[in-house]
């Protein structure tokens, strides 16, 4: 979701009542070279009509290439099985585009391609994946780790049936310039700990996944515990799968 801003109101602008839910992608990056942890955060343009002008994790719905990618590395067997429970027709080629859409949309809309360099030369299934090949950037969804879940809650202008992930910058495969500008989606992105970026101008819905992603931290990444669920975003509803 990286293209030109899609700006408010005018003819056309959807109806909040009537959208459709669709499946996305977030993917948490994480720096954690220095003992303070800090993660990736983007500012979203005043212009868009979804969270305008708030600060974001990366992220954008699924596209129908993310479900034909070759991976150069799987998620952990939890993950890939959790990404499964609650969903109406679970499948591991449809849990692996959830986390394929969130690395596609961090590198649409900051330029930041995670992957392998070493797996060889990556056939792109169409348009939107051939950065990667142009790269060298074999993606894998082998660092990644699903920290929450969320719906945005009806009477809003885009929703999602989101799940955010996190991963360890170390999976970095390559770094794209230009891509963060005054005109795109995102405005700005900085790396800020896990305090600063709860001064920022977040959603509502951002800021728990923070608090979500801190007790993650606490406990290890990699290990296997449940995960939270917000069936209707940051309304206070949080259930575990």
């Not at 348009?127 to 950037?137: K, L, N, Q």
């Not at 929450?148 to 989101?162: C, L, N, Q, V, Y």
């Not at 101008?201 to 951002?206: F, G, H, K, N």
């Amino acid at each position: 979701m990286s293209a030109a801003p899609e700006t408010a109101g005018g003819a056309g602008a959807p109806n909040p009542a009537r959208q459709p839910i669709r499946d996305a992608g977030t993917l948490i990056l994480l720096d954690q070279s220095d003992g303070s942890p800090k993660v990736l955060m983007g500012r979203r343009h005043d212009a868009v009509r979804f969270m305008p002008g708030k600060f974001v994790f990366p992220g954008g719905r699924v596209e129908p290439e993310d479900g034909k990618v070759n991976v150069a590395g799987v998620y952990p067997a939890h993950v890939e099985r959790r990404l499964q429970h609650r969903v109406r027709r679970p499948s591991v080629t449809r849990a692996r585009a959830y986390g394929l859409a969130a690395i596609r949309e961090l590198a649409e809309e900051t330029g930041i391609l995670v992957g392998d360099r070493e797996a060889g030369p990556f056939g792109s299934p169409g348009s939107t994946w051939d950065g990667f090949a142009e790269a060298g950037v074999f993606p894998s969804l082998e660092g990644l780790t699903l920290i929450a879940r969320a719906i945005t809650p009806t009477g809003r202008p885009r929703r999602f049936d989101a799940r955010f992930f996190a991963a360890d910058a170390s999976a970095i495969g390559a770094r794209r310039e230009g891509v963060v500008t005054p005109d795109a989606e995102l405005v700005e992105v900085v790396w800020v700990t896990l305090d600063d970026a709860r001064k920022l101008d977040l959603p509502a819905i951002t800021a728990a996944v923070l608090r979500d992603l801190a007790e993650r931290l606490d406990v290890g990444l990699e290990q296997d515990f449940p995960v939270p669920f917000y069936p209707k975003g940051s309304s206070g509803v949080r259930e575990l799968i």
